[in-house]
């Protein structure tokens, strides 16, 4: 069964992107599995080209860094022409009420008559993501849900009314994870689109910026170390941190602990240890362009050839 995940070169990846994403693709990677840098999906706001660029590149890097096998991953622009055939031929396909509807676009992009089309459009090229590559499933969070329903709307009408082309994808939802919160604002989870970066670890931070920030970390006021996340949102995320670094109960690890010193230095050291050999990995990787474009190019062709068959019977179906 096909499963098809990605991840928005929107900014550099975290340690909640490492612990809640990266990190089991890497474990759980198998054949059936399909990775991508969604870098065309970071194009529907206000974007640095030379910057997006580079940042593709560097997360194509820290997946493979990681571990996530090679021939699982590639780059979504890789695929810009049969991805914008699809999206064209989609969007013939759908009617622009499906689109408006979607609740991002609600959200962001209703009545504002300057955003960009494609915040509009995008769902219809996500659509065009999965039914290329025929996923069986889709683990999503619940606001990408309804993205994952449209693809299965778009797949099973125009199965009827061209003919049989596209496999309808299932929106799974993936093992749950801890949320991994912003070190500065607890309130908030880590993220790559938070401006004020002193509460985001970075997967490429420097050791000595990792123990830095953890140990200017809010802990909540009192110096015991325990877990309650509503209370104590500072010191529980730490522990949920260590915990993910760890493999221990967030709980178990409270009692190990009597003040919030200590605890720090035991996160940054967790971090450190599960970040630097990524850190390495990736670093080497950057600085052997002709390795890392060979994994790039492979993994391009093999997601084009994937899909090429259905981009040909739908062309040819719906009347090219
Ligand atoms: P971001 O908010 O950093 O842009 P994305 O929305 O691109 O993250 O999410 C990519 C993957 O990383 C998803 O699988 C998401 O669940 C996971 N992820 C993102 N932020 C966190 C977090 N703070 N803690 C745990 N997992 C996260
Ligand atoms: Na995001």
Request: hydrophobic residues 40%.
């Amino acid at each position: 069964m096909l499963r098809l995940s990605a991840i928005t070169p929107s900014g550099h990846a975290h340690l909640g992107n490492y612990l809640g994403a990266i990190r089991r693709w890497a474990s759980e990677g198998g054949r059936d599995d399909l990775y991508f840098v969604s870098d065309l999906h970071a194009m529907t706001t206000a974007h640095n080209p030379a910057k997006l660029r580079s940042l593709a590149r560097e997360q194509l890097a820290v997946l493979i860094a990681a571990g996530v096998p090679e021939e699982t991953v590639f780059v979504q622009s890789d695929l810009a022409r049969e991805l914008g055939a699809l999206t064209w031929v989609l969007e013939c396909t759908a009617s622009y009420g499906e689109a408006a509807r979607m609740t991002q676009f609600k959200e962001k992009g209703v009545g504002r008559g300057g955003v960009r089309l494609s915040l509009l459009t995008y769902p219809v090229l996500m659509a065009a993501d999965i039914l290329l590559q025929g996923a069986a499933e889709v683990p999503v969070g619940e606001d990408q849900r309804q993205h994952v329903e449209l693809a299965r709307a778009l797949a099973r009408r125009f199965n009827g009314t061209y003919g049989e082309v596209f496999r309808v994808p299932e929106a799974t939802l993936p093992p749950a994870a801890a949320r991994v919160r912003d070190l500065t604002d607890p309130s908030r989870k880590m993220s790559k689109s938070t401006r004020d970066t002193a509460g985001t670890l970075f997967v490429l931070d420097e050791p000595e910026a990792l123990r830095r920030k953890i140990r200017k970390a809010v802990t909540d006021s009192g110096e015991e170390v325990t877990y309650d996340p509503d209370g104590r949102p500072g010191v529980s995320n730490l522990l949920d941190i260590l915990a993910g670094c760890t493999g221990s109960a967030p709980r178990d690890l409270a009692a190990d602990y009597s003040s919030n010193g200590q605890l720090k230095e035991a996160v940054a050291e967790a971090v450190v240890a599960t970040l630097a050999p990524v850190r390495e990995r990736t670093n080497r990787l950057l600085n052997d362009p002709g390795e890392l474009e060979r994994i790039r190019k492979a993994g391009a062709d093999r997601a084009a050839a994937r899909g090429e068959h259905r981009l040909r019977s739908a062309l040819r179906l719906i009347g090219a």
